[in-house]
C-alpha cells in the first residue's frame, strides 16, 4: 500500500527527522529453513529494545495478522534501498551485530539460502 502525502506534510516530516524528533524505526521479517527439522521457519527484529507485537497487513491476502518482533536495537545498519520500478530481484544485505541474543539464536537454528531470504518492510 502507498500513502501519498502533501509537499508540506512531507517537508515537515524531513525537517522532524533531521532534527531528531522522529526516529526511523525498521521492522524486517525473515524466512529461514531450521537446521533440524528443514522447515520454513520465520523470525521478526527490529531497531528498538524490547520484543513488541505488531499487527501486520499481509501483502498476498490482505489479512491483518499479529507478528512478533524482538528488538535489537542500534546493532543493525539499514542501507540505502533503491527506489525504483521494476520486476527485478534486488538484494539487500543487512549487517547486523552477532552479540545481540535474538541473531546469535537465528544463526543456530536457521540456514538461510541465498536466494530464499524474504524481508519486508512492515
Known amino acids: 500500500m502507498v500513502l501519498s502525502v502533501s509537499t508540506n506534510t512531507y517537508a515537515a516530516l524531513q525537517a522532524a527527522r ?8 525498521y521492522f524486517i521479517w525473515l524466512t529461514g529453513i531450521n537446521k533440524l527439522t528443514s522447515v520454513k521457519e520465520t523470525i521478526g527484529i527490529w531497531t528498538g529494545q524490547t520484543a513488541m507485537t505488531v499487527p501486520v497487513i499481509r ?15 542500534d546493532r543493525i545498519k539499514i542501507p540505502s ?7 527485478k530481484v534486488r538484494k539487500v544485505s543487512i549487517p547486523v ?20 531470504l524474504l524481508s519486508r518492510w512492515t
Open 59 to 73: 501483502p498476498d491476502t490482505g489479512a491483518v495478522v499479529n507478528r512478533v518482533y524482538h528488538g535489537i536495537g
Open 81 to 87: 534501498i533503491p527506489m525504483e520500478m521494476s520486476l
Open 97 to 116: 551485530s552477532s552479540l545481540n541474543s535474538a541473531m546469535i539464536n537465528a544463526a543456530r537454528a536457521y540456514n538461510i539460502p541465498d536466494g530464499d
Open 18 to 25: 533531521s532534527t531528531g524528533i522522529i526516529i526511523p524505526r
